[in-house]
Nanobody, 125 residues
């Protein structure tokens, strides 16, 4: 049974950077796509980025293109989200998720079958 644990959240000023990590247990980490989502207070969970089992291709929400980068290290069972040029509107709880798919094609929460507990990211203005 795979478990996901996020880390790396915190408080940062606008324009700053954070790197989120998601560590997965289990021996099949390298066989499925992974994704990052976020949820702000009072809002629905929204897609941020996804990465295929091999590391390519990747797929991003329009509002993070050019600022965020998703990557993975299958040898370490870890997926990362590098967040640069952060804005106050990026404030949310960030979740990593295991996809039902091998390739990064889906931004729909229904295509993700396992979620971490989330890590809080707060961007001050």
């Amino acid at each position: 049974q795979v478990q996901l644990v996020e880390s790396g959240g915190g408080l940062v000023q606008a324009g700053g950077s954070l790197r989120l990590s998601c560590a997965a247990s289990g021996r099949t980490f390298g066989t499925y796509a992974m994704g990052w989502f976020r949820q702000a207070p009072g809002k629905e969970r929204e897609f941020v980025a996804t990465i295929s089992w091999s590391g390519s291709p990747t797929y991003y929400a329009d509002f993070v293109k050019g600022r965020f980068t998703i990557s993975r290290d299958n040898a370490k069972n870890t997926v990362f989200l590098q967040m640069n040029s952060l804005k106050p509107e990026d404030t949310a709880v960030y979740y990593c998720a295991k996809s039902r798919l091998k390739v990064a094609v889906s931004s729909q929460t229904a295509d993700y079958e396992l979620w971490g507990q989330g890590t809080q990211v707060t961007v001050s203005s």
